[in-house]
């Protein structure tokens, strides 16, 4: 096909409507009659609450009502859960604690709320809060791992008892233990991966319509999954019945992960529209959104790596705790478990791994999937073991790892992934070759000679996305199947419209599944519509998450194509009076092979609804729906190579270069692909570099505004470099892998791993600041 | 309350606003350009970027009393008719942009960044720390960069034939 189909750079068409100021966002929507939500939060990490006055907020101008923790209590609106089961090493359950929606008698993090005013104006609402009395009784609190697990802690909740809530573990301890007794050399590293704000620059927000006579709720909200809202807001919550619930994500201003889950707010907003018989809106500022939306990562690790005396890995064993917050959020529990440790294998082929992973509860913000979920975690301790191991070793870091990578696909891991295909030589190489890798040495003696320090980072990550599939994922404690929908309708004219369970949040779904149409039928992506996030519109979907949407969702719509092909083509073959069996479909028109007959695809389309002259038999219209479940996960991998220049002066450093080499399977749109890819860099080294949440002792979110947490400008980053090899994806019909998350999940063991290299000093932490990094060189 | 009177996007336009009512708040509420974003509380991030008599200001720092009488535009602004501002076809054409929520005040800004430097050359190093006003977590900048130096030779022409 030509050049809208699949491969081609097409230039976006949902950016209009972005780049004029045109676009739909929750915070743009007004309904009649609305009112303001604003919501009064804890300012303590750990405390009771004695009691809160709210009658003189009552009376303020324009209040609408206030509530309470103890009303939704009270109303029986269900506690926020996880959705995914794990089971300790000793066969119990996961301890998990009450965490209701507002809190009606404890406080376990900064920002947790406990009431909520509802007023005319935003204005009013916030003006009134200042009036709401609330008596706290403050509790010690445990604002980090460390302390929340030492012994005589303060105890969060009397479910999980040492502040505990899983001690899992994955891989054959015996084995690996083994390995380690006859290890030739042995490399150890603690690590800490620092807890970070995911920080979609559209702050979360939540309208709420209750229509009384019909008994049915609308939430227009800034989700990244709108069918698993509605479902788990029906389901759990028993705020609204499925059938009574319509959930809207428009569009959505970025996600990261932190718009997967159900938030309290959310909830709110429904019940308290209800409450007092008015639409209610919420939106968040920049600070509830650093004190409520999920962060990120925050894992202490000690790693350790055996090796032979021919330096071949023969054993990985690691211990991880992590920290979940207060309380446990919708997939929190599967990010340092199913969605980490099942990577630590990372491209090498490695013999025994045993992991144990220990999660906690502590006296802040829940933790759950921040792009990459758990992946970048791995990666960062497969990359920066292998880093160390080739220092302790004296070789050169990237013929370590050749010298250990897999070459034999398929290729089962010791803990669960089995790698379908790859080419790990060929991203390195490709690497390698744009960063001349050959000539560093070079470069870095004549660095040296200017008073500069230099450093070259490797880091080879591999992710799984597109988890799957539901059976296995069931087994593995799931609450949801993780298969996609999707409905292809030919409209009468020839138009198309595509129905998809996957949510574009900056993604480019709007453009990119429009090419598999044009690619298929050769008509151009302007006749193509795509439909999304609107469960009204939608019969079900599971939205888009975890690089899931191309190797998921798209080929759902490829599959309900194959079907609508299928009648088409009898139609077709009917009209034209052909066989089925010679129709072939070539720029937008259904050709009989090897004549001059066809039949354009609006005429076909128009058969199949005026039905006057159809096959004997067959039902009229011309759409069809598919729901696909793919038999395994996808693989992309691939290199990072980072060269830095460190000022031992200041402690600052600098990019030289920074190279991508990705394996993404086959590309859909590959500007959109590097775009995506530019994105995860970004969010990658922010990590390194800069981003890092901080609490005091007390629990004070000290790192609470833009003014505190250093977000990546366009000045802290460089121009990337990339490239891409291929290896197509057999698990899937159009060989395609996912890239949203791969930036995030191999930048930061590049750019810390290029540091230390700089200043000959392994231990740097993240966020590897100028301060860090000079105290590194000086000691 | 005061009324407060103003040019917008070339129209005069009369609200009646509380005192404490900021500039991006008159905007989006009283005048239904939702266009212009808000994105933080502390002016680090740009998405509230507009042009208050052709200079970029962010709007949530301005009170709307204190825009009385002046000239502003916003992004809904700034194309003529159906022909796109250069700055803004610069920014599809690079995809300098992914979920579109700091992309008006990206292209408010980068707009000032190139008129402010027409008399010479716009380099990458100038854009990246002229950006530094505003806050993308989509991009990594990088095809923003492309885009404002993309745009930079397009205003050029698009003045030189004027």
Request: charged share 15%; hydrophobic share 40%.
């Given at each position: 096909m030509g050049v809208e189909g699949i491969g081609a750079s097409v230039v976006r068409k949902e950016d209009r409507r972005f780049i004029t100021g045109k676009g739909r966002y929750v915070d743009d929507i007004k309904l009649v009659g609305m009112t303001h939500a604003h919501f009064i939060r804890s300012p303590h990490a750990h405390a009771k609450i004695k009691s809160i006055d709210t009658s003189e907020a009552m009376k303020m101008p324009g209040v609408?009502?206030?509530?309470?923790?103890?009303?939704?209590?009270?109303?029986?609106?269900?506690?926020?859960?996880?959705?995914?089961?794990?089971?300790?090493?000793?066969?119990?359950?996961?301890?998990?604690?009450?965490?209701?929606?507002?809190?009606?008698?404890?406080?376990?993090?900064?920002?947790?709320?406990?009431?909520?005013?509802?007023?005319?104006?935003?204005?009013?609402?916030?003006?009134?809060?200042?009036?709401?009395?609330?008596?706290?009784?403050?509790?010690?609190?445990?604002?980090?791992?460390?302390?929340?697990?030492?012994?005589?802690?303060?105890?969060?909740?009397?479910?999980?008892?040492?502040?505990?809530?899983?001690?899992?573990?994955?891989?054959?301890?015996?084995?690996?233990?083994?390995?380690?007794?006859?290890?030739?050399?042995?490399?150890?590293?603690?690590?800490?991966?620092?807890?970070?704000?995911?920080?979609a620059m559209e702050p979360r927000a939540a309208i709420a319509e209750y229509n009384e006579p019909e008994e049915h709720f609308t939430l227009y909200t800034t989700s990244q999954n709108p069918h698993v809202a509605r479902l788990v807001l029906s389901a759990f919550y028993n705020i609204a019945q499925e059938h009574k619930l319509r959930v809207v994500a428009p569009d959505v201003g970025g996600g990261f992960g932190s718009k997967i889950f159900i938030y309290p707010e959310e909830m709110v907003a429904l019940w308290a529209s209800k409450k007092v018989g008015r639409p209610v809106k919420w939106t968040g500022d920049r600070t509830e959104a650093f004190l409520t939306d999920a962060h990120g990562r925050d894992h202490l690790t000690k790693a350790e790596m055996a090796l032979d005396k021919d330096n071949k890995i023969t054993g990985l064993r690691v211990k991880t705790y992590a920290n979940l917050g207060g309380y446990m959020s919708l997939f929190s529990s599967s990010v340092p478990t199913y969605l980490y440790a099942t990577l630590l294998s990372g491209q090498y082929n490695i013999p025994n791994i045993f992991a144990e992973v220990i999660s906690v509860y502590t006296n802040t913000v829940p933790v759950d999937a921040y792009r990459g979920a758990g992946r970048p975690e791995a990666s960062f301790v497969v990359e920066r073991l292998m880093e160390t191991a080739a220092r302790q070793l004296k070789v050169d870091p990237a013929e370590l790892r050749k010298k250990n990578f897999i070459t034999q696909f398929p290729h089962q891991t010791p803990v669960i992934m089995a790698y379908d295909i790859g080419d790990f030589h060929a991203s390195l190489d490709a690497a390698m070759k744009a960063i001349d890798y050959a000539g560093f040495p070079a470069r870095k003696a004549k660095a040296s000679s200017e008073g500069k320090l230099r450093g070259i980072g490797v880091s080879c990550y591999i992710e799984a996305c597109g988890i799957a599939p539901s059976k296995a994922v069931g087994s593995l404690g799931a609450g949801v199947g993780l298969w996609e929908s999707a409905e292809v309708r030919v409209n009468p004219v020839g138009t198309i419209e595509i129905l998809t369970g996957s949510h574009s949040h900056g993604q480019g779904h709007e453009t990119t599944f429009c090419q598999l149409i044009a690619e298929r039928l050769g008509v151009p992506i302007s006749q193509v519509q795509i439909v999304h996030g609107d469960t009204d519109k939608v019969q079900f979907g599971m939205g888009t998450y975890g690089s899931r949407s191309a190797a998921v969702g798209l080929t759902a719509i490829l599959k309900a194509m194959e079907k609508v092909e299928a009648k088409a083509k009898k139609i077709a073959a009917h009209q034209l009076e052909a066989s089925e069996n010679d129709i072939v479909i070539e720029n937008g028109e259904f050709k009989v092979a090897g004549t001059d007959?066809?039949?354009?695809?609006?005429?076909?389309?128009?058969?199949?609804?005026?039905?006057?002259?159809?096959?004997?038999?067959?039902?009229?219209?011309?759409?069809?729906?598919?729901?696909?479940?793919?038999?395994?996960?996808?693989?992309?991998?691939?290199?990072?190579?980072?060269?830095?220049?460190?000022?031992?002066?200041?402690?600052?450093?600098?990019?030289?270069?920074?190279?991508?080499?990705?394996?993404?399977?086959?590309?859909?749109?590959?500007?959109?692909?590097?775009?995506?890819?530019?994105?995860?860099?970004?969010?990658?080294?922010?990590?390194?570099?800069?981003?890092?949440?901080?609490?005091?002792a007390s629990g004070q979110l000290v790192t609470a505004s833009f003014m505190d947490y250093t977000m990546p400008r366009a000045d802290d980053l460089p121009s990337f470099k990339l490239s891409h090899t291929t290896t197509l994806c057999p698990g899937n019909p159009l060989g395609v892998k996912g890239c949203g998350e791969a930036g995030a999940i191999g930048a930061s063991a590049a750019v810390i791993n290029a540091i230390t290299d700089a200043i000959g000093n392994n231990k740097l932490e993240m966020p590897a600041t100028p301060d860090r990094v000079w105290h590194a060189i000086h000691g | 309350m005061s009324t407060v009177k103003l040019t917008v996007n070339g129209k005069a336009v009369s609200a009646e606003v509380e005192d404490r009512?900021?500039?991006?708040?008159?905007?989006?509420?009283?005048?239904?350009?939702?266009?212009?974003?808000?994105?933080?509380?502390?002016?680090?991030?740009?998405?509230?970027?507009?042009?208050?008599?052709?200079?970029?200001?962010?709007?949530?720092?301005?009170?709307?009393?204190?825009?009385?009488?002046?000239?502003?535009?916003?992004?809904?602004?700034?194309?003529?008719?159906?022909?796109?501002?250069?700055?803004?076809?610069?920014?599809?054409?690079?995809?300098?942009?992914?979920?579109?929520?700091?992309?008006?005040?990206?292209?408010?800004?980068?707009?000032?960044?190139?008129?402010?430097?027409?008399?010479?050359?716009?380099?990458?190093?100038?854009?990246?720390?002229?950006?530094?006003?505003?806050?993308?977590?989509?991009?990594?900048?990088?095809?923003?960069?492309?885009?404002?130096?993309?745009?930079?030779?397009?205003?050029?022409?698009?003045?030189?034939?004027?």
């Open positions: 609408v009502g206030v509530l309470t923790g103890q009303q939704i209590v009270d109303d029986k609106i269900g506690n926020l859960i996880c959705g995914w089961a794990i089971t300790s090493k000793d066969g119990t359950g996961m301890k998990m604690g009450a965490w209701p929606a507002m809190a009606p008698e404890t406080v376990r993090f900064v920002g947790q709320a406990v009431a909520v005013v509802i007023a005319e104006t935003k204005n009013q609402a916030r003006d009134a809060a200042e009036a709401v009395v609330v008596n706290y009784e403050e509790l010690p609190a445990v604002p980090d791992i460390r302390a929340a697990i030492a012994p005589g802690a303060p105890q969060l909740h009397p479910e999980a008892p040492g502040n505990v809530i899983y001690d899992w573990t994955i891989g054959d301890e015996g084995a690996t233990d083994a390995a380690f007794k006859s290890a030739a050399n042995v490399v150890s590293l603690d690590i800490t991966n620092n807890r970070l704000v995911p920080n007959k066809s039949l354009a695809l609006p005429m076909v389309a128009l058969a199949a609804y005026t039905a006057h002259n159809l096959p004997d038999g067959m039902e009229p219209g011309l759409k069809e729906g598919a729901f696909y479940d793919p038999t395994n996960f996808t693989f992309p991998a691939g290199a990072y190579i980072c060269e830095m220049e460190v000022d031992a002066g200041t402690g600052r450093s600098t990019f030289v270069n920074f190279v991508a080499a990705d394996d993404f399977g086959r590309l859909i749109n590959p500007m959109i692909v590097e775009g995506q890819v530019h994105g995860g860099l970004a969010q990658g080294i922010g990590q390194a570099l800069l981003e890092g949440v901080v609490y005091d | 009512t900021l500039l991006v708040h008159l905007l989006r509420d009283h005048l239904n350009l939702t266009g212009t974003h808000v994105g933080c509380d502390t002016s680090q991030c740009g998405a509230c970027v507009v042009h208050i008599d052709g200079r970029a200001v962010k709007s949530c720092t301005v009170l709307a009393g204190q825009a009385a009488g002046s000239n502003v535009t916003t992004i809904e602004g700034i194309a003529k008719g159906d022909e796109l501002h250069p700055m803004q076809a610069a920014f599809r054409d690079n995809h300098g942009l992914q979920c579109g929520y700091c992309t008006p005040g990206m292209i408010m800004s980068a707009i000032d960044i190139v008129h402010r430097h027409s008399g010479g050359q716009l380099d990458e190093a100038t854009v990246r720390h002229e950006l530094e006003g505003n806050i993308c977590r989509c991009t990594g900048y990088h095809n923003i960069v492309k885009a404002v130096l993309d745009a930079a030779g397009r205003m050029k022409v698009a003045q030189a034939a004027e």
